[in-house]
């Protein structure tokens, strides 16, 4: 069974570069598309990017420019990074996994932009 | 530009139906038979529940369907519960190769 699990400071300053992990566990990241999703305060859901083991990788034209996702094989993780926060990027930050549709999630970890 | 719309709230009472829509662009649609719909409770995770437009995940009860009609899906849940109650958002994997999301629906049980 996947088991994905998202890890990161839980505040950034403005301006600076938020960096999560999401750690995979029962499968590899060699295989599937791995995904980030974020969600404001009460707001809903929103797709931020994926990216694939043989290079493919796409992201949320609203944030093209501020986000890169990569893997790391060695360590069965992969990663998000989003530049030049503001208050506008604070949001519980979900890891997930599929193709078409997105099957297995992460518990979620918040991430909040304040100076 | 791609994306789907789906109304802010719905409701109805235990053991009734409700239907959920969600409409969307042509472009919103982009790949065949790629929407599909999740349920999310409060300060929990969204859990994939349709997919493929009709299909359910080993787990999720069959009082959960799906279905597409032009540019419009919709998500039915029969014989409500109160653990029905959570917000609900569909999905698609769009043209240009990017997933889109709705807006959510909040669903009470009366």
């Known amino acids: 069974q996947l088991l994905l699990q998202e890890s990161g400071p839980g505040l950034v300053k403005p301006s600076e570069t938020l960096s999560l992990t999401c750690s995979v566990s029962?499968?590899?990241?060699?295989?599937?598309?791995w995904t980030w999703i974020r969600q404001p305060p009460g707001k809903g859901l929103e797709w931020v990017g994926y990216?694939?083991?043989?290079?493919?990788?796409n992201y949320n034209p609203s944030l093209k420019g501020r986000v890169t996702i990569s893997l790391d094989t060695s360590k069965n993780h992969f990663s998000l990074n989003v530049h030049s926060v503001t208050a506008a990027d604070t949001a519980v930050y979900y890891c997930?996994?599929?193709?078409?549709?997105?099957?297995?999630w992460g518990q979620g970890t918040l991430a909040t932009v304040s100076s | 530009q791609s994306a789907l719309t789906q109304p802010p709230s719905a409701s109805g009472s235990p053991g009734q139906s409700v239907t959920i829509s969600c409409t969307g662009t042509t472009s919103a649609f982009g790949v065949y038979n790629s929407l599909s719909w999740y349920q999310q409770h409060p300060g929990k995770a969204p859990k994939l529940i349709i997919y493929e437009v009709n299909k359910r995940p080993s787990g999720v009860p069959d009082r959960f369907s799906g279905s597409k009609s032009g540019d419009t899906a919709s998500l039915t849940v029969s014989g409500l519960q109160a653990e029905d109650e959570a917000d609900y958002y569909c999905s698609s994997f769009a043209g240009g190769n990017i997933f889109i999301l709705g807006g959510g629906t909040k669903l009470t049980v009366l």
């Open positions: 029962g499968g590899s990241v060699t295989a599937h598309y």
């Open positions: 990216t694939h083991h043989r290079g493919i990788t």
């Open positions: 997930a996994t599929g193709a078409y549709w997105l099957d297995t």
